[in-house]
């Protein structure tokens, strides 16, 4: 049987760095990772390389793979640190960059759509709330500032954040997960009447001002369309993906298809596409599904895209109502179709950002010319 890339990455999932207690995969330690046959090859980025965990690793990781796919199986390991860089800069006499005291985010994953009204916002919620009971540390910010969603969601309406020694905002948290959103910092029944300039200061203030913390995923919840603040994002920060929601009709689908096409002409791997509204199940009737908008069509376009298709979500009354109490379904009722949705699509995205950074190279920031 062939080896594939996802057996290689569950397996090497097993090997933790002591200090950081995390996986290799996790901590994003795996890079260039290739399946050749019998062989499997892939760099491991050491943090420290004079640590007890450096000098084991590489047989712990052939060990992993060995145990995993087969002993016949051949591991080839290249090794390199994270201190490489600043050493050279040293010998030459540059001046090397001085590290940041505030941690950046292992992952962020944008939650895009091509148009409004498809559930983006419910998706990213329950992402993120599905991501942290998964063990995972997890920030959401709401980058769609004339319309935020996350304080009704979450049920913060009325909370706001503070402001450290650092003059870093500091996020809310609830349900596991750290917050941000326009919506804690101006009255909600006032509308933000900003010129794109304004939106795209804030967003970045969002992203870099923020005391966020340790972090494995950060979620950002973009407004739909492809405009200021998706190329704000893409300007400012290294996306490691975007999940694209789509609801199954052709007019979602064709805003889909351009969202997709939008961040893959900036080189912002597309991680997966959420099919949200896929069907709707009767309570009295659960073994039956109406396809109230169309059948697959999300399934359908990422096929034909050659992305990964990540889940569809039903249609439900009780997610609706758990979106508007501010009690997201998959923390609060996870025994509902929509919530075991979300935890699947959240296990599926995990992996897919995990085979990404370790098959693909890091996205660079953009600089966009205007002539």
Same mark, same amino acid.
């Given at each position: ?16 760095? /002591? ?60 090794? !390199? ?7 050279? !800069? ?10 940041? =005291?505030? /941690? ?8 895009? =759509? ?27 910010? !709401? ?6 969603? +996350? ?29 941000? =959103? ?14 794109? /300039?304004m939106v795209t200061s804030a967003v970045q203030q969002f992203l870099g001002d923020t005391a966020w913390g340790e972090l494995d995923f950060l979620i950002m919840d973009l407004p739909p369309g492809t405009g200021d603040i998706q190329l704000t994002i893409v300007q400012t920060v290294s996306l490691a993906g975007v999940v694209i929601v789509s609801t199954p009709q052709d007019v979602a689908l064709a805003d889909a298809r351009k969202g997709v096409s939008m961040f893959e002409q900036v080189n912002v791997p597309v991680l997966g596409i959420v099919e949200n509204m896929a069907y709707f199940t009767p309570p009295e009737l659960p073994d039956r599904k109406y396809y109230l908008f169309g059948e697959g069509g999300a399934r ?7 992305? /990964? ?14 979106? !508007? ?19 699947? +699509? ?21 600089? +966009?010319?205007?002539?």
């Open positions: 049987m062939a080896i594939t890339v996802e057996q290689v990455i569950d397996a090497l999932g097993t090997v933790v760095e /002591p200090e950081r207690g995390k996986d290799i995969v996790r901590l994003r330690m795996v890079k260039d990772l290739r399946v050749d046959g019998e062989t499997v090859r892939f760099t491991l980025v050491l943090p420290n390389p004079a640590s007890p965990f450096a000098r084991t690793v590489e047989d712990a990781v052939r060990r992993a793979v060995g145990k995993a796919v087969g002993a016949g199986v051949r591991v080839e390991v290249s090794l !390199d640190n994270e201190m490489i860089g600043l050493g050279d !800069d040293l010998m030459l006499g540059g001046a090397a960059e001085t590290p940041s =005291s505030t /941690p950046e985010p292992l992952n962020l994953i944008a939650v895009a =759509s091509g148009k409004g009204g498809v559930g983006k916002s419910t998706v990213a919620v329950n992402l993120a709330v599905a991501l942290a009971k998964q063990g995972y540390d997890v920030g959401l910010v !709401d980058t769609d500032i004339y319309g935020p969603s +996350i304080p009704t969601m979450f049920g913060l309406k009325d909370a706001r954040p503070t402001v450290n020694e650092e003059r870093k905002i500091v996020p809310l948290q609830k349900y596991g997960v750290r917050l941000l =959103s326009m919506g804690f910092l101006v009255d909600p029944d006032k509308a933000v009447i900003w010129r794109g /300039p359908r376009l990422a096929e034909e895209l050659g992305v /990964p298709f990540l889940g569809e979500v039903p249609i439900e009354q009780s997610l609706r109502e758990h979106c !508007d109490a501010g009690t997201p379904v998959v923390a609060e009722a996870p025994e509902h179709p929509s919530a075991q949705a979300f935890t699947r +699509i959240a296990e599926r995205t995990a992996r897919q950002t995990a085979i990404r950074n370790a098959t693909l190279p890091a996205t660079e920031k953009i600089e +966009i010319l205007h002539r």
